[in-house]
């Protein structure tokens, strides 16, 4: 394979207009589509766990261009979701993350509008008030990390 980057990454969330609020609204995510489409043909009800009629699909970036970070978020309008959100020691995708200028800044701008943290920020913070990575979580709970440049 050659592969030239990551397309997306999509994840279903329970609440839409939620997770709206946190992702383009505190985390200043452009949103770039929106669209309500049918699920019962096309090949989509074979990727599914349960049937579903449709389903709302949300693209989000951050930046400008192609190889910028490209997130979808899924919801299946008049359904629950189900299932829960993995730990780190799970299988699955457990996380995702963004690489930022200025960790210690945007981890106060985010608890300071409300945003749970993943743990306490000690154990992110080095001896010298450093950090640099952090988890937060999205509405769904959703484990969510910033470092400044690709820290595990």
């Not at 309500?36 to 989509?44: A, C, F, I, K, R």
């Not at 074979?46 to 190889?67: A, D, F, K, M, P």
Request: charged residues 20%; aromatic residues 8%; glycine residues 10%.
């Amino acid at each position: 394979m050659e592969a030239t980057g990551i397309s997306h990454i999509a994840f279903c969330v329970s609440d839409i207009e939620k997770s709206l609020e946190f992702y383009r609204d505190i985390l200043g995510m452009t949103v770039i589509f929106d669209q309500v489409q049918d699920t019962t043909s096309g090949g989509l009800p074979s990727v599914y766990e349960h049937s579903r009629q449709t389903r709302r699909t949300v693209h989000l970036t951050i930046g400008e261009g192609s190889n910028a970070p490209h997130l979808v978020m899924t919801t299946h309008p008049g359904d629950d979701a189900d299932g829960s959100p993995i730990k780190l020691d799970q299988v699955g995708i457990s996380h995702y993350s963004f690489s930022v200028r200025d960790t210690k800044a945007l981890v106060a701008e985010l608890v300071a509008r409300g945003v749970e943290l993943a743990g306490p920020l000690e154990n992110w913070t080095d001896a010298e008030g450093n950090i640099s990575s952090f988890y937060v979580k999205d509405p769904d709970g959703i484990l969510v990390q910033f470092d400044r440049g690709g820290s595990a």
